[in-house]
């Protein structure tokens, strides 16, 4: 087992250099989830592997950090000054992603989670990480999101070149200037005291979501100092998600995943055009121009985004700002809207523990035909 684990990291490291040195957004990920499915689909019915669940925790404490790291007093001075279109942009945003999501669970019978989740449009990693606990098919979720990211860092600089002539060269993410020891103690002091209230609270996604506030509210604050995750560290939390999905396809998941991708294709750009509708409204009621209106509501792609402002002389606050709290955003009102959209629509409630004289656990098995089996445990 130990020799088939070294195969994987040795493929994933080679893979996301691969993927880094020609710009995809978070590369280890992307990396992680190619080799995971590779396996899977090559070795995995005779030599299964799933990573152990400190692992995954790992990956969702170190994105929820590297995420609140993002949101600075810069960011909120911004929105401050513009707080009315930026809060609408984002709310619109929001409510747009849910009924593509809607439209998509109908069209083709995807579950309610999945459909929701996969087209959520912020913070891919994120809500790729917290899919299982909102019982979401996170295989999917994974397919449906990253494929939104890479039609969105596609189109953007295509359609704000060609159309505002824009323009811009690749833009890598700022690095922390706490130095490495200092960005290696905020994400653990982050990390270590996330996990342990989000044992105490109940919280969906908690690992991801305690961090991720602690990070931001830290980084907010000035304490930070503009600490960072490191970026290997963070290209490891990136892989460990990546592998625990990737490590889970079958067959079945993958016709499933080419069945919906006509479907899934069409919700995306119906997504990219209704955000970019609201740009429309930006230029009613701010004095940015349009082509910044247009990179500050795409659905997505924000390094992408942020390189065309940056190269075409645009409005870098305002773009970053709307992006950045519509990721946030996205992130936190995840978990509680499906939910609440699930039950509402009269769906069977997620397995839960019950606390008291009867408690008992639940075990989750992905099945040989792709589905996914709930056991209750004593």
Same mark, same amino acid.
């Given at each position: 087992m130990l020799s088939r684990w070294a195969a994987i990291v040795a493929a994933t490291i080679a893979v996301s250099l691969?993927?880094?040195?020609?710009?995809?957004?978070?590369?280890?990920?992307?990396?992680?989830?190619?080799?995971?499915?590779?396996?899977?689909?090559?070795?995995?019915?005779?030599?299964?592997?799933?990573?152990?669940k400190p692992v995954l925790t790992f990956g969702q404490v170190v994105i929820g950090v590297a995420l609140g790291a993002q949101l600075t007093s810069d960011t909120l001075t911004t929105v401050a000054g513009d707080w009315l279109p930026i809060t609408v942009i984002t709310v619109a945003t929001l409510v747009i992603s849910l009924a593509a999501g809607l439209l998509l669970a109908r069209a083709t019978g995807l579950d309610r989670p999945t459909a929701l989740l996969g087209l959520i449009a912020g913070g891919a990693s994120g809500i790729v990480a917290m899919s299982d606990e909102l019982g979401a098919d996170a295989r999917l979720v994974a397919f449906m999101q990253y494929l939104r990211v890479l039609i969105v860092v596609v189109t953007a600089p295509l359609i704000a070149t060609v159309l505002f002539g824009a323009g811009g060269n690749a833009l890598a993410p700022?690095?922390?200037?706490?130095?490495?020891? #200092?960005?290696? %103690?905020?994400? /653990?002091?982050?990390?270590?005291? *996330?996990?342990?209230?989000?044992?105490? +609270?109940? $919280?969906? =996604?908690?690992?991801?979501?305690?961090?991720?506030?602690?990070?931001?509210?830290?980084?907010?604050?000035g304490a930070a100092g503009g600490a960072h995750v490191p970026d290997r560290v963070q290209d490891l939390g990136f892989a460990a998600i990546g592998l625990q999905v990737g490590l889970r396809f079958t067959v079945a998941t993958i016709r499933q995943a080419g069945h919906l991708l006509p479907a899934v294709v069409a919700a995306i750009a119906g997504m990219i055009a209704a955000c970019g509708g609201l740009a429309l409204l930006v230029l009613f009621v701010t004095d940015v121009s349009f082509?910044?209106?247009?990179?500050?509501?795409?659905?997505? #792609?924000?390094? %992408?985004?942020? /390189?065309?402002?940056?190269?075409? *002389?645009?409005?870098?606050?305002?773009? +970053?700002? $709307?992006? =950045?709290?519509?990721?946030?955003?996205?992130?936190?009102?995840?978990?509680?809207?499906?939910?609440?959209?699930?039950?509402?629509?009269?769906?069977?409630?997620?397995?839960?523990?019950?606390?008291?004289?009867?408690?008992?656990?639940?075990?989750?098995?992905?099945?040989?035909?792709?589905?996914?089996?709930?056991?209750?445990?004593?």
């Amino acid at each position: 087992m130990l020799s088939r684990w070294a195969a994987i990291v040795a493929a994933t490291i080679a893979v996301s250099l691969a993927a880094e040195a020609v710009g995809l957004p978070s590369a280890a990920l992307f990396a992680a989830l190619l080799v995971g499915i590779g396996y899977a689909l090559v070795f995995g019915d005779a030599h299964p592997l799933t990573p152990p669940k400190p692992v995954l925790t790992f990956g969702q404490v170190v994105i929820g950090v590297a995420l609140g790291a993002q949101l600075t007093s810069d960011t909120l001075t911004t929105v401050a000054g513009d707080w009315l279109p930026i809060t609408v942009i984002t709310v619109a945003t929001l409510v747009i992603s849910l009924a593509a999501g809607l439209l998509l669970a109908r069209a083709t019978g995807l579950d309610r989670p999945t459909a929701l989740l996969g087209l959520i449009a912020g913070g891919a990693s994120g809500i790729v990480a917290m899919s299982d606990e909102l019982g979401a098919d996170a295989r999917l979720v994974a397919f449906m999101q990253y494929l939104r990211v890479l039609i969105v860092v596609v189109t953007a600089p295509l359609i704000a070149t060609v159309l505002f002539g824009a323009g811009g060269n690749a833009l890598a993410p700022g690095a922390g200037s706490a130095g490495l020891a #200092g960005d290696l %103690a905020f994400t /653990a002091g982050c990390g270590v005291a *996330g996990v342990l209230i989000a044992r105490r +609270l109940p $919280v969906t =996604a908690g690992s991801l979501l305690v961090p991720l506030v602690l990070a931001a509210v830290l980084s907010v604050s000035g304490a930070a100092g503009g600490a960072h995750v490191p970026d290997r560290v963070q290209d490891l939390g990136f892989a460990a998600i990546g592998l625990q999905v990737g490590l889970r396809f079958t067959v079945a998941t993958i016709r499933q995943a080419g069945h919906l991708l006509p479907a899934v294709v069409a919700a995306i750009a119906g997504m990219i055009a209704a955000c970019g509708g609201l740009a429309l409204l930006v230029l009613f009621v701010t004095d940015v121009s349009f082509s910044d209106a247009y990179l500050a509501t795409t659905p997505g #792609g924000l390094y %992408a985004v942020l /390189a065309v402002a940056i190269g075409g *002389g645009g409005n870098v606050g305002f773009v +970053l700002a $709307v992006q =950045a709290l519509r990721l946030f955003t996205m992130i936190l009102a995840a978990p509680p809207l499906v939910r609440l959209i699930t039950r509402s629509s009269g769906g069977e409630p997620e397995p839960q523990a019950v606390v008291g004289a009867s408690t008992c656990c639940i075990r989750r098995r992905w099945l040989p035909d792709g589905s996914r089996n709930d056991e209750s445990m004593p």
